[in-house]
């Protein structure tokens, strides 16, 4: 059974940063892509970065250039970092492995003044 487990949420200020950490187990981590999807209420969740095994990654357009997807293999631990944060950020953050249906709690991100 897969499980994941979100931190590193929490409230900052627009151009700050935060870095978010996802703890996997029940896979072989190392050999699964993983993902970051998040969502605000009432609207769809939102792709948002994307790591394959061999650490390759891709982002959607509105994070491009800010967040940053990282893995530690040793760890079973993805990471998303991400660097001047706007209001538009704010929502609930997931991490996902692609190839099962799972998904953790998530963790809360709010970008404030």
């Known amino acids: 059974q897969v499980q994941l487990v979100e931190s590193g949420g929490g409230l900052v200020q627009p151009g700050g940063s935060l870095r978010l950490s996802c703890a996997v187990s029940?896979?072989?981590?190392?050999?699964?892509?993983m993902a970051w999807y998040r969502q605000t209420p009432g609207k769809q969740r939102e792709w948002v970065a994307v790591?394959?095994?061999?650490?390759?990654?891709n982002y959607a357009d509105s994070v491009k250039g800010r967040f940053t997807i990282s893995r530690d293999n040793a760890k079973n631990t993805v990471y998303l970092e991400m660097n001047s944060l706007k209001p538009e950020d704010t929502a609930v953050y997931y991490c996902?492995?692609?190839?099962?249906?799972?998904w953790g709690q998530g963790t809360q991100v709010t970008v404030s003044s």
């Open positions: 996902h492995v692609p190839k099962y249906p799972n």
């Open positions: 790591i394959s095994s061999g650490g390759y990654t």
């Open positions: 029940g896979i072989i981590f190392s050999s699964n892509g």
